[in-house]
């Protein structure tokens, strides 16, 4: 087992220096010369996808806060209305479905039996399956309309990392593909992400040579009981990830939230000491940033200890910041692929430093077969 690790104490952090690779090789073939996608795997006809007149994501675990991200991706370049679900409940609500309905599946190990049973009920329902898998040949992807394929390779660690990043990856590229079928209303935008997504291998490379403070943190902070998350647009749900792999690996009590509803409850949880992990959208997104650098400050006010993740350049949150994290700057609908990074980092380097075993957290499985 030691050589299959490759030389790292754990899969996990093998998997987490794979994502530059895992993302190129799931962009590998899809983007043309002349900036335009080709999902030949796709199996459903262009006519079919221009009918779509609503999407529902389903997924679970890690997966679902992918589908959370692609919700803002999927709407904002196609205007198609996008609901998301967790797989255990969609069929218990009696979904609102017709073949006009496209329901986007997503699974790394294309086993788990609530996404399985949801995706049954979809297509009991006469809706559209398209699934995004890492694993050929497994029963989801055997069982969808259509696939698209991550290409991350065997993910051993239970906590998924690389997949993750894959997953964004092929729900960026069938947001953009719908967009593009369906003639977008914004071609010059989608032209400019698709460029944008050709740099992002590079740009999680080099949020990977920058981990070294991110392990250090996760040491020092090893003996904490609570973290809370905070983020807004797509950072809430990289936050929600962030808070995802410190329960799973750290068993701490960690928590994400939405950083406007932080006024709402959360803030009342801020108490001297408490580390809060704040993810901040770009800069160039002044509703979105300056609404964050407040929150910084408020809970900051309450003794809180800020550790911000922003991206390169951004000043306007240093004076509130006990440690800042840089990332590569990217759009605000990818940042997730640089910013989920520090949070697995973080959550792997702490749970080791409290002694845990970093692949196999107790309770958990790889894949979830049962309902
Ligand atoms: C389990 C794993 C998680 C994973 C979830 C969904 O709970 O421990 O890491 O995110 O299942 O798995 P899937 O294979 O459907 O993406």
Same mark, same amino acid.
């Given at each position: ?31 043309? #010369? ?40 999927? /709407?904002?370049?196609?205007?198609? +209305? ?11 609500? &009696? ?9 986007? %599946? ?6 788990? #039996? &609530?996404?399985?049973? #949801?995706?049954?009920?979809?297509? &009991? ?6 699934? !995004? ?79 070294? @403070? ?35 690996? #750290?068993? %701490? ?13 959360? !803030? ?6 408490? @580390?809060?992990?704040?993810?901040? @959208? ?15 400050? /408020? ?7 800020? !550790? ?32 989920? %990074? +520090? ?17 196999? @957290? ?7 077969? %049962?309902?």
């Amino acid at each position: 087992a030691a050589a299959e690790k490759g030389g790292y104490d754990y899969f996990m952090d093998k998997e987490i220096d794979e994502q530059p690779q895992a993302v190129a090789d799931t962009l590998l073939g899809r983007i043309s #010369a002349e900036g335009r996608l080709q999902l030949d795997e796709m199996r459903m006809s262009e006519s079919e996808l221009r009918s779509v007149d609503k999407v529902i994501v389903i997924a679970a675990g890690t997966s679902y806060h992918a589908g959370m991200i692609a919700k803002y991706a999927i /709407e904002h370049w196609t205007r198609i +209305p996008v609901e998301v679900e967790l797989a255990s409940e969609f069929r218990y609500r &009696d979904p609102i479905l017709t073949r006009d309905t496209l329901v986007l %599946v997503i699974s790394q190990s294309g086993e788990t #039996a &609530d996404t399985l049973m #949801a995706l049954r009920h979809a297509k &009991d329902q006469h809706a559209r399956v398209l699934a !995004i898998c890492n694993s050929n040949g497994a029963t989801i992807p055997r069982e969808a309309d259509a696939v698209v394929y991550t290409h991350g390779g065997p993910e051993i660690a239970v906590a998924s990392t690389k997949a993750f990043l894959t997953q964004l990856i092929a729900c960026y590229l069938v947001g953009l593909y719908l967009a593009q079928v369906r003639a977008a209303k914004f071609p010059d935008e989608i032209a400019d992400i698709l460029e944008q997504l050709s740099q992002a291998p590079a740009k999680v490379r080099e949020t990977l040579d920058r981990m070294g @403070p991110v392990r250090e943190l996760g040491r020092l902070l090893k003996d904490e009981g609570r973290v809370l998350f905070l983020g807004r647009h797509v950072g809430y749900p990289v936050a929600l990830e962030g808070a995802l792999k410190l329960k799973e690996l #750290a068993y %701490v009590h960690a928590e994400g939230f939405a950083a406007g509803e932080l006024k709402h409850g959360p !803030i009342a949880l801020v108490d001297q000491g408490l @580390p809060v992990v704040v993810v901040v @959208p770009p800069a160039d997104r002044p509703l979105l940033h300056d609404k964050i650098v407040s929150n910084i400050q /408020e809970i900051r006010a309450r003794g809180a200890r800020t !550790i911000v993740i922003a991206e390169d350049g951004d000043t306007a949150v240093a004076p509130f910041a006990d440690t800042l994290i840089y990332v590569p700057e990217l759009p605000t609908l990818l940042q997730p692929l640089v910013a989920t %990074v +520090p949070l697995q980092v973080f959550a792997s380097a702490l749970a080791d430093a409290k002694g845990l075993d970093v692949d196999q @957290p107790r309770n958990l499985a790889k894949s979830v077969t %049962v309902e």
